[in-house]
């Protein structure tokens, strides 16, 4: 069955996907610098008996820690697979886009690892009951 090349585009521009999906996570990337904002201007002394400000620093203010969830904290998000089984991975993402044009590959191999992960515990527990 061949697809209307003008309805993809639709579908691909309107916002009618992002219903069926979980909201995404945003994470703080670690190894860019914070945004930048314009320098302060150092505070000034209104009185007499106020203190002497503080000079100012050129130190970065410290980046604001993503929250914790269940995941551990230092689990890589960049895994190597064997190419092979990239190829493989690839090819089922590409048919499983077919029936939704807004899968990610990101969010297709997390579901399907998440899927798999769920039937080794599975395995595992009616292995040791």
Known sequence: MA???????????STAGSATRPPQETTVDP?????????ASPPVATSVNDPEPAPATNTPAPRPRAAKTAESPRAP????????TASLLREAWVEAKHEDVF???QDFASNLL???LVSRRRRRASRSA
């Open 31 to 39: 190894v860019s610098p914070p945004p930048s904002s314009p320098p």
């Open 77 to 84: 998000r960049t895994l190597r697979l064997r190419p092979k």
């Open 114 to 116: 998440e899927d798999a």
């Open 3 to 13: 697809k209307n090349v003008q309805d993809v585009v639709k579908g691909m521009l």
């Open 103 to 105: 899968l990610t590959a």
